[in-house]
């Protein structure tokens, strides 16, 4: 508690001020004692199942609470939710399992009595109340969200994790977060109604296909996290090749990410166009060291050898199924929308949409990168190049949608890169990414 500020500690001991005083007020009346303990366990067991997502995490608990709200009241359920964080299977410190314990049990509350003055009446629920006890149900169910959503903000913006800046919130995640646990909280209505029919058993009827599905979530997170794996395997074995280009490949997966994000691309293709980020340089496995760290120019044959990386790097991770539209972005992020890009000159639209957000992330992460010829430009100067090049380069929709995801967001600067001990070794002195300094062949105007 100590470590806490000062206004989180205000909050989160007025908070449980309130809870304990609702459940210390009562009225106990008429609730069977055996249902608040078989809640209880249900609470526990469901909210020790909770899976981590990110920095986040998501469990059904929120069911049990709605169940408890419906079968013994908002006092009833305001004790079961209280009591259960003291025994939830976790390794959290007193204060966090008080808290959470609090939160719930005054949203349970809250919802409790929104039920009430609704219609819907306490105990297990019949044939005859359905579909009228829905109504009163759903309304406690927003309420139940709604307070939760607010107190744990509360403490969020106490602790200085978020503050009331509305154009620089991420409200997708939040809003992703609260329809799952909107979601797992209608199971309480029907947990309500089944418990009238088998009593007791309703917790394994309940808890089985509940276990299930954690354990086939809990399949689909490894996946995913294999493959990130896989492919920052592969994008570290490609950065070896150039030191100053150590983290491009997961910047140009993240700024990817967030244009994805900014254009209303689903889960699924962000992640997709994050994976294409990451492995977009891939083939220059395949161009020779001497020619990526070439500091002269380039001749003929060394300039083709750069042109030709997105096409290799399309054959090297073709065979990987999980990629998809992946690919296209990898073959395609040199393409300019004039048609003067490579590896096919292809122009406008008929470049892949992936493409077409990679060369915009790729071009604007190398410019507020340190290179061997030049120190890292700001946020500003990349942006204004992006809007110079925008149109003949770059497909302006891309360049808005960057821009508006950094000036949400931020960009973190990328720390630049210590030099090799080795001395002689040659350093590059251009980057075919960046769209200010073009490269230079021997005999030729610059590219």
């Known amino acids: 508690?100590?470590?806490?500020?000062?206004?989180?500690?205000?909050?989160?001991?007025?908070?449980?001020?309130?809870?304990?005083?609702?459940?210390?007020a009562g009225p106990y009346d008429g609730i069977d004692p055996a249902t608040l303990v078989l809640l209880a366990v249900l609470f526990?067991?469901?909210?020790?199942?909770?899976?981590?997502?990110?920095?986040?995490?998501?469990?059904?608990?929120?069911?049990?609470?709605?169940?408890?709200?419906?079968?013994?009241?908002?006092v009833g359920a305001a004790l079961v939710d209280l009591v259960s964080w003291l025994l939830v299977f976790r390794r959290q410190s007193l204060v966090k399992r008080a808290f959470n314990g609090a939160q719930f049990a005054i949203a349970a509350y809250a919802a409790g009595h929104t039920f009430v003055a609704l219609g819907?009446?306490?105990?297990?629920?019949?044939?005859?109340?359905?579909?009228?006890?829905v109504a009163p149900f759903v309304a406690a169910l927003l309420v139940h969200t709604?307070?939760?959503?607010?107190?744990?903000?509360?403490?969020?913006?106490?602790?200085?994790?978020?503050?009331?800046?509305?154009?620089?919130?991420?409200?997708?995640?939040?809003?992703?977060?609260?329809?799952?646990?909107?979601?797992?909280?209608?199971?309480?209505?029907?947990?309500?109604?089944?418990?009238?029919?088998?009593?007791?058993?309703?917790?394994v009827l309940v808890l089985l296909p509940m276990f299930t599905a954690r354990w086939?979530?809990?399949?689909?997170?490894?996946?995913?996290?294999?493959?990130?794996?896989?492919?920052?395997?592969?994008?570290?074995?490609?950065?070896?090749?150039?030191?100053?280009?150590?983290?491009?490949?997961?910047?140009?997966?993240?700024g990817s990410g967030m244009i994805a994000r900014e254009l209303g691309m689903n889960a699924e293709r962000v992640q997709t166009i994050r994976y294409a980020g990451m492995l977009h340089d891939v083939?220059?496995?395949?161009?020779?060291?001497?020619?990526?760290?070439?500091?002269?120019?380039?001749?003929?044959?060394?300039y083709a050898a750069i042109q030709l990386h997105p096409m290799r790097g399309y054959e090297i991770v073709r065979e990987i199924g999980f990629l998809d539209e992946a690919l296209a972005g990898i073959m395609h992020h040199h393409e300019r929308m004039d048609g003067r890009g490579y590896p096919m000159g292809l122009a406008g639209t008929d470049i892949p949409e992936f493409a077409r957000i990679i060369s915009v992330a790729d071009a604007f992460d190398c410019m507020t990168s340190t290179r061997s010829y030049r120190r890292a430009r700001s946020t500003e100067e990349a942006i204004a190049e992006l809007r110079r090049c925008a149109g003949p380069q770059?497909?302006?929709?891309?360049?808005?949608?960057?821009?508006?995801?950094?000036?949400?967001?931020?960009?973190?600067?990328?720390?630049?890169?210590?030099?090799?001990?080795?001395?002689?070794?040659?350093?590059?002195?251009?980057d075919h990414d960046d769209p200010s300094v073009p490269l230079r062949v021997a005999g030729e105007a610059e590219r």
Not at 50 to 72: H, N
Not at 120 to 133: E, N, Q
Not at 223 to 242: G, I, P, S
Not at 400 to 427: K, M, Q, S, Y
Request: net charge negative.
């Open 216 to 254: 086939a979530f809990d399949q689909y997170i490894a996946e995913q996290r294999a493959h990130d794996a896989t492919l920052a395997t592969l994008c570290q074995a490609v950065e070896t090749k150039d030191y100053y280009t150590r983290g491009h490949c997961m910047r140009v997966s993240k």
């Open 1 to 24: 508690m100590r470590a806490l500020p000062g206004a989180a500690r205000l909050f989160v001991g007025i908070v449980v001020l309130c809870a304990v005083g609702v459940v210390a």
């Open 283 to 302: 083939g220059k496995l395949g161009v020779p060291t001497k020619v990526l760290q070439k500091s002269g120019k380039l001749t003929e044959e060394e």
């Open 394 to 430: 770059f497909d302006p929709k891309m360049v808005d949608a960057l821009i508006a995801a950094v000036d949400r967001d931020g960009w973190e600067a990328h720390e630049a890169v210590d030099p090799p001990e080795d001395d002689t070794a040659e350093v590059a002195q251009q």
């Open 146 to 203: 709604l307070v939760n959503t607010l107190l744990m903000g509360g403490l969020m913006w106490c602790l200085g994790v978020i503050r009331l800046q509305p154009r620089r919130f991420r409200w997708r995640p939040l809003v992703t977060l609260e329809l799952s646990s909107i979601g797992y909280g209608v199971l309480g209505l029907l947990i309500a109604a089944i418990w009238g029919v088998v009593g007791a058993f309703a917790i």
């Open 120 to 133: 819907g009446d306490i105990g297990v629920p019949g044939r005859a109340d359905f579909p009228l006890v």
């Open 44 to 74: 526990v067991v469901a909210e020790s199942m909770g899976t981590v997502m990110g920095k986040t995490g998501i469990s059904p608990s929120s069911s049990a609470s709605l169940a408890a709200v419906v079968l013994v009241g908002p």
